[in-house]
């Protein structure tokens, strides 16, 4: 079979895998329809117009920030791996160590990784700026620029090492190593999702088990009513970096935690802590970051094949000033590809992430029966992190990992429509 073949029956294969597995985990439809229609998202009925316009300022003045540094980064990849210049790059850095592939992969990917970071510096800072003056931020500059550093270092370290070993594969089996390293990245994908709790969260922030308590009992008490094991809350120590509130589910399996910020332990109310914790278990219960980690390992699987056949492809190896897929001077078109793969299918991640998390949310008002809670919660977060009220539909669509705070509230009126519960009212004050 041709290198080209493999390449195509490899793709075939993992986006059948890929797109059943989207299929058949993502809750399409959270909530069933609500007789009369769906309850019409609208921020001037929970929040003030003042309150409305603190979250807008903030959006407004991180959006260009956010976005140049994505597109500016995007371009610099594709300038560099459309071109020879990246090419010229990685031979240029490896040649004081005598040119070899190794020193080629290692010493041209660290420079490619550096220019990429490099060109989004600017705005990062500038971000960062823009969430000081909101109250966002409390990060001094050397924990910001230590944070930078450590997640640098985490990511690259990786990358470069399997760089190395996909190269290795490459030379010495040119077919073979596109459908091998999509196996093998499957599986990295899964042992990182796994490990993350334990390798990754460590180096950012501290951990404790809430201490005992009325709030553990009762958080241990929803836990229990929910039917989901749960050893232990964690108490992240966010608020050296942040005010944001916050709370997730990170890894599977053995490694499974829940983890509340202490911000959101010290500022929220012990029933809003509850019901942010019965959202959390939602994502628990339904295995979310198993099946979460599953299609990103398909995806990742599915994108090594399709970059192979992007990147074995001769008029672009040409314009790379590479010789083959194999070549070390090909790897700023590699990253070029993979860049264009990843900016591509963000969307679609998005979209699926925004149904896990209000299947989250419809599972927390079934657990606690409080729309009126649960309203009053999402009020507590949308104020602490200075939430876009009134986000752009279409950066919305593009970029949102959460549903935006008026369609989690419409939400909770929905479901107690539903329900028969009283619909409740405004909480503004
Ligand atoms: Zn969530």
Not at 6 to 19: E, P
Not at 193 to 221: C, I, W
Request: with cysteine; aromatic share 6%.
């Amino acid at each position: 079979m041709s290198g080209q073949k493999v390449l195509v029956l490899c793709l075939a294969v993992t986006a059948v895998v890929l797109l059943a597995a989207v299929a058949f985990t993502t809750p399409w439809r959270p909530l069933p329809d609500v007789p009369g229609g769906a309850t019409a998202p609208d921020a001037a009925r929970d929040f003030s117009a003042a309150e409305i316009a603190r979250g807008r300022a903030l959006a407004e003045q991180a959006r260009p920030p956010v976005y140049l540094a994505m597109a500016l980064s995007l371009a610099v990849t594709l300038l560099l791996g459309l071109t020879p210049l990246g090419a010229r790059l990685v031979t240029a850095v490896a040649r004081p160590f005598g040119g070899g592939w190794v020193w080629q992969v290692l010493l041209g990917g660290l420079a490619l990784l550096v220019v990429g970071r490099l060109v989004a510096l600017p705005f990062d800072a500038r971000l960062e700026v823009v969430r000081r003056r909101h109250g966002l931020s409390v990060q001094t500059w050397p924990g910001w620029w230590l944070d930078l550093a450590k997640g640098f270092a985490m990511s690259s370290g990786l990358l470069l090492a399997v760089l190395v070993a996909f190269f290795a594969l490459l030379r010495h089996w040119p077919r073979a190593a596109w459908p091998i390293a999509a196996g093998a990245g499957a599986l990295l994908v899964v042992a990182i999702s796994f490990l993350y709790p334990l390798l990754v969260e460590p180096a950012f922030n501290k951990f404790h088990p809430m201490p005992d308590g009325p709030l553990r009992t009762s958080l241990m008490q929803l836990a229990e009513k929910d039917g989901v094991p749960v050893e232990d809350v964690l108490v992240a120590d966010a608020s050296r970096r942040t005010t944001a509130l916050n709370a997730y589910v990170s890894g599977f399996g053995s490694t499974r935690r829940i983890v509340v910020y202490d911000t959101t332990v010290q500022t929220a109310t012990a029933r809003e802590i509850e019901l942010i914790t019965a959202h959390e278990l939602g994502h628990a219960k339904r295995n979310d970051v198993l099946h979460g980690t599953l299609i990103g390992a398909a995806g990742l699987a599915a994108g090594v094949c399709a970059a192979g056949l992007l990147v074995t492809w001769q008029p672009l190896l040409r314009r790379a000033g590479a010789d083959s897929a194999a070549d070390p001077r090909a790897l700023a078109l590699l990253m070029a590809v993979v860049a264009v793969v990843a900016t591509l299918s963000g969307p679609a991640q998005m979209l699926i992430s925004r149904r896990l998390e209000t299947r989250a949310d419809v599972h927390a008002l079934d657990l606690t029966r409080d729309p009126e809670g649960m309203i009053a919660m999402q009020r507590r977060l949308a104020l602490a992190n200075r939430s876009n009220l009134t986000p752009n539909p279409v950066l919305h669509v593009l970029f949102g990992s959460h549903p935006a705070t008026v369609d989690r509230i419409a939400l909770a009126r929905d479901w107690a429509r539903l329900h028969g519960e009283p619909v409740p009212a405004s909480p503004r004050p």
